[in-house]
């Protein structure tokens, strides 16, 4: 059996099983796969609907939460960095050229093609040096800051391989997919950041979107290769493609954040890519409050206590902006010290 038929296979049980037996499965099946038809009726089965409540909006009790939060854990996709405007190649339209992005980001489609699949990684990289940050990293970064001089701690669970939390500040993030910043050597295994531009003199010009254009057809010598001394293997992107695993220390840490929060939020994510969209259900099964925000309903909204609909660059920072309880805290601390 495959690893994607082994999550379409395992994972609607996952759901319900105690956190011990959740963890073995996780690492035995943690590769990226989109969800199948089966388990979203899984998950909107009527039982749910007639035994669960529609998620909270109330931002005021989500605040009270909030405030009292020690370890916060927070699980974003391709929704926070849509706001600032990059593509993530996802539902109608989300195509590079005539493809999708789960038919290049593959070990075979890079194997059959690497000129092809280096030009769409090549297109990605150049289109993310132009954006920036917008108000959701920007809020999760300045949260996880103020929080942390009060003893408090937020970490970030990316899908996203464009490292815009990193560049608005975030330190403890997670990157479960890897980065389009990286390389990983396919000879020696040499993983490296590279933020060169382009990332060699034949892609240069390269990778444009328009469907009309013709494959460059690069040889597989003029690629990006690897500058270790004695070596020169082609170089491919250090992100986790589909049918691959992921990064077994990065889930370790990922595990270990889940299973201690006692917040969990979900910004910008379609809740449909696995592993990652049975993070927060697992965390919500162990009666940690969840929050979403999305622009819309997701396969695991009603499983959570919250759900903010709505632009997450909108929703977000009045969610983490400083409680009162904090400016109370500051005040307390003033006048102690005067």
Known sequence: MNCKSAVNSKWCSVFLVPSCQHLMILRQFACRAFINAHLHTHLRQPQFSQTMARPSSDLAAFRKIFSKANNIAIITGAGVSAESGVPTFRGAGGYWRKWQAQEL????????????????????????????????????????????????????????????HC??????????????????????????????????????????????????????????????????????????????TLDADILTSAETVLDSCDLCLV?????????????????????????????????ATMRFKF??????????????????????EIQLDTDQTV
């Not at 194997?111 to 917008?134: A, C, D, G, I, Q």
């Not at 403890?172 to 933020?195: D, P, Q």
Request: with cysteine; aromatic share 6%.
């Open 267 to 299: 910004v910008g994510t379609s809740s449909v890519v696995y592993p990652a969209a049975m993070f927060a259900p697992q965390v919500a099964a162990r009666g940690v409050p969840v929050a979403e925000f999305n622009m819309e309903d997701t396969p």
């Open 307 to 328: 759900h903010f609909h709505g632009p997450c660059g909108t929703t977000l920072p009045p969610a983490l902006a400083r409680h009162e309880a904090e400016l109370k």
């Open 105 to 164: 980001a593959t070990p075979e489609a890079f194997s059959r093609n690497p000129s092809r699949v280096w030009e769409f990684y090549h297109y990605r990289r150049e289109v993310m040096l132009t954006k920036n940050p917008n108000p959701a990293h920007l809020a999760i970064a300045e949260c996880e800051e103020r929080l942390s001089k009060q003893g408090r701690k937020v970490t970030v669970i990316t899908q996203n391989i464009d490292e815009l």
């Open 167 to 244: 560049r608005a500040g975030s330190k403890n993030v997670l990157e479960i997919h890897g980065s389009l910043f990286k390389t990983r050597c396919m000879s020696c295994g040499h993983e490296a950041a590279n933020y060169k531009s382009p990332i060699c003199s034949a892609l240069k010009g390269k990778g444009t979107p328009d469907p009309n254009t013709h494959d460059a057809q690069i040889p597989v010598q003029e690629l990006p290769r690897c500058e270790q001394t004695g070596c020169h293997g082609l170089l491919r992107p250090a992100v986790v493609w589909f049918g691959e």
